[in-house]
């Protein structure tokens, strides 16, 4: 998980666009023990903490819902069907990645 983290920081740090624009990005991963964490950030290094975090069934209804801790990470309980997960840091910031997606 650590090398997971490193790598999501240094791909933040190298990816930083002119200082005025900066785009959301996140990376989840399956934990293999029924859970998945998901790292968050920006592309101008900046942190993810307190952003919304929703977890949702392809028709749009909300599972669970959170916020990035202080280490811009969220981990939740895989859920049974079929979801997406939505960073949601207000309009333009908005990055959702579908749950098949999720590997370990």
């Known amino acids: 998980m650590i090398a997971k983290r490193f790598i999501l920081t240094a791909l933040l740090l190298t990816s930083a666009l002119p200082a005025h624009a900066h785009r959301a990005m996140v990376l989840c ?31 749009s209804r909300i599972l669970m819902q959170g916020r990035m801790g202080e280490d811009s990470a969220f981990t939740f309980t895989k859920p049974r069907t079929p979801f997406v997960v939505v960073f949601d840091a207000g309009a333009d910031h908005r990055v959702t990645v579908p749950g098949r997606q999720i590997s370990r």
Do not use: H, L, P, Y
């Open 29 to 59: 991963n399956d934990n293999g023990d029924n859970t998945i964490t998901c790292q968050g950030g920006f592309s101008d290094g900046s942190s993810a903490s307190g952003v919304s975090m929703r977890v949702e069934s392809t028709d």
